[in-house]
């Protein structure tokens, strides 16, 4: 399905006829498609709503690089759009981040219960070593893309541009690249306290993209949180182990035993 919001294209999916709402954010770089188990694992319970944000999936890219802050005010849009002002929300990776933003903010969407997956939005520590990389990979970019030198050698700058960053980033189109190092850049960490919702993570303890120790800094600040652990699972806990997390989270949402 497709929804016309803010003049962009967004496709959505919806199940489930249960009396209260769930919506689930995505990833960053992922699609509704990969949250299809995670939907039906409540949708005996929920009306279960997830969309594929702009630039995600097949829905439009946002016209301008948006972070954290325009992403979370396009999904009240959508939401209000949606005829939805009340709704749990789950969010991997990159979702975490827009529901982080949502919880500690005042808006028109009441929010019941929060579950991040592996959710991103703490800033990681830089080591010496990595800020000199940084800096050395700034100071590159800068000469190389001096008009004399990118004259002569533009073809073999671009390439190494490309191949530089995260498979996320190598992969993202123009608009998206801005969009993401937009995002990057912003800690959350500070609004976590604001946070007063009662919230689960849920992390794989092999996860190399949000590391298990974000999971402990979220639980730490947020109030009423609780952490459960995939063991063996990366970035894609609830994938790797379905079974566990649709117990962990029907637990958790539904008071299931």
Not at 9 to 29: D, S
Not at 129 to 136: E, L, N, T, V
Not at 229 to 240: D, I
Request: with cysteine; aromatic share 10%.
């Amino acid at each position: 399905m497709e929804l016309l919001v803010d003049g962009l294209n967004i496709r959505y999916t919806e199940q489930g006829v249960g009396p209260k709402v769930a919506v689930i954010l995505e990833g960053w770089g992922t699609s509704i498609e990969v949250y299809e188990s995670v939907a039906r694992d409540i949708s005996d319970e929920y009306r279960v709503i997830t969309l594929d944000l702009p630039g995600f999936g097949r829905s439009d890219e946002p016209r301008e690089p948006w972070g954290v802050e325009e992403y979370s005010e396009f999904v009240l849009h959508f939401l209000a759009k949606m005829g939805i002002h009340e709704a749990d929300l789950i969010g991997h990776s990159y979702g975490g981040r827009i529901i982080i933003y949502l919880a500690s903010h005042i808006n028109d969407l009441k929010i019941g219960k929060i579950v991040l997956v592996d959710s991103a939005g703490i800033m990681p520590v830089r080591t010496p070593k990595q800020k000199r990389r940084i800096k050395m990979y700034k100071i590159k970019k800068k000469v190389l893309h001096w008009p004399f030198v990118y004259f002569f050698f533009g073809y073999l700058i671009d390439n190494w541009m490309h191949n530089q960053g995260s498979e996320d980033y190598r992969n993202a189109s123009a608009m998206m690249k801005k969009c993401l190092v937009k995002s990057v850049n912003q800690d959350l960490t500070h609004f976590l306290k604001s946070i007063e919702n009662e919230t689960l993570l849920v992390w794989g303890d092999l996860d190399d993209a949000t590391p298990i120790s974000d999971a402990h800094i979220m639980k730490e600040n947020i109030r009423n949180s609780g952490l459960a652990v995939l063991e063996g699972t990366g970035h894609y806990s609830f994938l790797e182990k379905p079974q566990e997390f649709k117990r962990i989270l029907r637990a958790f949402m539904i008071g299931e035993e």
